[in-house]
C-alpha cells in the first residue's frame, strides 16, 4: 500500500520505518532540506513541502497515495491571519484533486475543557488552543466533513519518548495542582496506534488516545526531573485546571492494549 506522511519529525520518522518494515511503500515530507537524506537513508521517498499557507514543493507526486496521514503542527505567519486552518484548507483542496481516500489527522486534546471531569470523544468543544490560537475542533471538522475522502481523528494526549523528556519543561519551576492527573502518550503507542488504524482500516472514527493511568502532576513530574538528572519541580499552594482523558472507545474498537499504560514507568523508555 502507499502512505504519504504530510510531517516526518518526532512521530513522522518512526512511524514511516514502521509501516515501511510491514511491507508499505512509503513517502514522507519534511520542511528542512537537511532532513532529506535522513529521510532517504531510512527507505522514505523524500519530499521538501512548505504550506505558506499554499502548498509548496511536489505536493501532487507526494500525494499519489491511497492513504495520507497529516502530522503538521499549528504553526503562524506574521501578516496571515488564521494561517493554520488557511494551510490546512489549502492542503484539503490538493487532497481532494489527488488519489487519496483515507486521511488520518493528528489533532490533539486541546478540543476539551479544563473541567475537573473525565472526557470523552464526544464531549469536544470549539474552544482556542491555551498553546497556539488554533480551534481544534473547527481544524477536524475540515477534514471530517469532506465528503471526497473518509478520515480518522487521532486526538493525542501529552506526547513522551525518546527525545521528548517532559522533566525539562519543568525543572526547578513552580508548580500548582500537584494532585491533578496528567495525560500522557509514549511515542510507541502512538506508532503502534495509526498502524493498527490503517491495518484494520478504521475510517471515519474519532479517538482519543491517552495511556491508561493518570498519575497526579507531583508523581509525574517529580520522577520526569529525577530520570532526566534535573532539578525537581517546585510545588505550591493551589489548583490547576484538568481534565482526564478517556480512551475507551480507541481500546474498544481497535482491541489495542496499550505498550505503555504507565506513563511514569514509561519516562526510562
Known amino acids: 500500500m502507499k502512505i504519504s506522511i504530510m510531517g516526518c519529525g518526532w512521530l513522522g520518522l518512526p512511524l514511516a520505518k514502521e509501516l515501511i518494515r ?60 488564521n494561517f493554520y486552518s488557511q494551510s490546512m484548507q489549502q492542503l484539503i483542496e490538493a487532497i481532494e484533486a489527488s488519489p487519496v481516500q483515507k486521511v488520518i489527522f493528528i489533532g490533539a486534546t486541546s478540543v476539551y475543557p479544563l473541567n475537573g471531569k473525565t472526557v470523552t470523544e464526544k464531549d469536544a468543544e470549539y474552544i482556542v488552543s491555551r498553546f497556539s490560537d488554533v480551534v481544534w475542533l473547527e481544524i477536524e471538522e475540515l477534514f471530517t466533513k469532506n465528503s471526497r475522502f473518509d478520515t480518522t481523528i487521532l486526538r493525542f494526549s501529552g506526547l513522551m519518548g525518546p527525545g521528548r523528556q517532559p522533566g525539562r519543561y519543568f525543572a526547578g519551576k513552580k508548580m500548582a495542582g500537584a494532585d491533578a492527573p496528567v495525560n500522557m502518550i509514549h511515542l510507541t503507542d502512538c506508532v503502534r496506534i495509526i498502524c493498527e488504524i490503517i491495518r484494520q482500516e478504521v475510517w471515519g472514527e474519532t479517538f482519543n488516545a491517552s495511556a491508561d493511568e493518570h498519575p497526579s502532576r507531583r508523581e509525574f513530574y517529580t520522577k520526569a526531573c529525577q530520570t532526566a538528572g534535573l532539578e525537581n519541580p517546585v510545588f505550591v499552594e493551589g489548583s490547576n485546571p484538568f481534565r482526564t482523558v478517556n480512551s475507551d472507545k480507541l481500546k474498544k474498537l481497535l482491541n489495542y492494549k496499550f505498550q505503555y499504560p504507565n506513563p511514569t514507568e514509561a519516562l526510562q523508555k
Open 22 to 81: 510491514q511491507g508499505h511503500k512509503v513517502k514522507g515530507s519534511t520542511t528542512r532540506n537537511e532532513k532529506l537524506k535522513t529521510l532517504r537513508n531510512a527507505g522514505i521517498e523524500d519530499f521538501l513541502l512548505q504550506l505558506t499557507p499554499e502548498p509548496e514543493g511536489n505536493i501532487d507526486t507526494f500525494l499519489n497515495s491511497e492513504i495520507l496521514v497529516v502530522n503538521v503542527p499549528p504553526s503562524s505567519k506574521k501578516g496571515c491571519e
